[in-house]
């Protein structure tokens, strides 16, 4: 049956040797020289790119920065070398690759005003919460990276899986935010990169392995791999190094949206005698519950807002209702 499967998703006419992924994706096999210069030529132009879009919250740039950026390259090194067995040197390049994309985000950090708000950029403020479910699409990115490095006729779709999968631009994020003095946005990027290099190289390894390239060896390093247990339980640790981030960050994200759904509730009914205003949305944002309403008259007392809200939120969070014509009232804390 397995070969079956096998067959169907990579026939053999379409199959490519594993001399030909080597080639491709470890760096120590084939011209070394000539894979360095442009790895990091074309990394460090990505950066730039990325830093760019970041930092000009340009959705465009930063997909052209992703189409671009090497990264993946190395990190399906590590999967093919970790099926294989083999010290492909691809670990050394990631983790050298990845210091040099932060460094090049804490650069372009110090153009910003020191009062800027790094959340009002949604480039940024997009990479620095992630969730299970960004796990879970960089899960099936990296299946398909793999069976798209694996075959030789759908090389087309790689553009796809480098804009799918998110290197570059979450280590140029956590650059910035560092350089800015941001240290849990920072861990936040962070952790999104580790996600999703858990995910290609998880996905690569699967495929690899269910493909039979595990049991073929090529390149210069051949029986000189470590053991696969070791591969394993590294991959097992890494797994919960991620997983448990995402899930306790997927968990308060859904407590977040509880309480804005019921704190929108409440607003609206707090509105209800104020005619023509309406409650527009409801966010937190630096541990402070926004309010925003559309009101073309006089808001009522905002202590009937927070008491109404007693028991509906957690107490002690800070509430703001943000007016129409630029009008902001601090209604106070919760169960205060």
Known sequence: ??????????????????????RDLAPAYGDTAAKASAFWTILTLSSVIAAGGVLTDSTATVIGAMIIAPLSTPIMGIALGSVQRLRTGALRVVVFACLLVIAVGALFSLVL???????????????????????????????????????????????????????????VVAGVCLGHLAGWLALGALVLFVSNLFALVFGGMVVFAALGYGTEVAGPAAGTGRPTRRTYVGMALLFAVVFVPLSANTALTLLLNAWTGRAKDVAQHWLADAPGSSVTRVDAASRTLHIHVRSPGELPPVARLLDALEGRIPDGIPVVVDATRGRRVDAGRTGG
């Open 113 to 171: 005003p020191a009062d800027f708000n790094l959340l009002s950029d949604s480039q940024i403020a997009s990479r620095t919460s992630p969730g299970l479910m960004d796990l879970a699409a960089a899960l099936a990115t990296g299946f398909a990276g793999a069976v798209a490095l694996a075959r030789r006729d759908v090389a087309a779709v790689l553009p796809g899986v480098a804009i799918a999968i998110s290197l570059v631009p979450p280590l």
């Open 1 to 22: 049956m397995l070969s079956g499967v096998r067959a169907r998703v990579l026939p053999t006419a379409q199959r490519r040797s594993p001399d030909e992924l080597a």
